[in-house]
C-alpha cells in the first residue's frame, strides 16, 4: 500500500479469515445507524487517508467507495473499535442518504411476530 496512514490503535485490529473487519456507520449528528459494511487493511488506509468512507464488496470482490456512483459521500468523524478489536464504529457525516434503496439508513424495516 502507497503512503501508509499510522494511526494508533491500527495494529491491535482483528481481522476476520477473509482479511475482513465489519464496519457499523453511524450518523455523528444523530446517532442513526446507517449501515454495516466491511472493511479489509487497504479500505480502511484509503478511508484514513481521504477522510471518506472505503469498502470491500464481498460479493464484487473490489474496493468501494460510499457515493461513488450516487454521490451520496460519507465524511468521516472518528473510528472507533470494539473490546476485541474486531468490529468497528465509523462515525460521520452522512450526505444524501446512506442506503441504496434510497432510505437514510439501510435498517428501514422492522421484524415483528
Not at 12 to 37: C, K, N, R, S
Not at 57 to 84: A, H
Request: proline share 1%; glycine share 8%.
Amino acid at each position: 500500500m502507497e503512503d501508509e496512514v499510522e494511526i494508533q490503535g491500527v495494529e491491535d485490529l482483528h481481522y476476520d479469515e477473509g482479511g475482513l473487519i465489519p464496519a457499523i456507520v453511524q450518523e455523528e449528528e444523530t446517532g442513526m445507524v446507517l449501515m454495516l459494511a466491511y472493511m479489509n487493511k487497504e479500505s480502511l488506509q484509503k478511508t484514513l487517508k481521504s477522510g471518506r468512507t472505503w469498502f470491500y464488496s464481498r460479493s464484487r470482490k473490489r474496493l468501494w467507495q460510499k457515493g461513488e456512483t450516487s454521490g451520496n459521500i460519507q465524511t468521516v468523524k472518528r473510528i472507533k473499535y470494539d473490546c476485541d478489536a474486531d468490529a468497528l464504529l465509523v462515525e460521520v457525516n452522512q450526505r444524501g442518504v446512506a442506503c441504496h434503496t434510497g432510505n437514510k439508513s439501510c435498517f428501514y424495516r422492522e421484524l415483528s411476530s
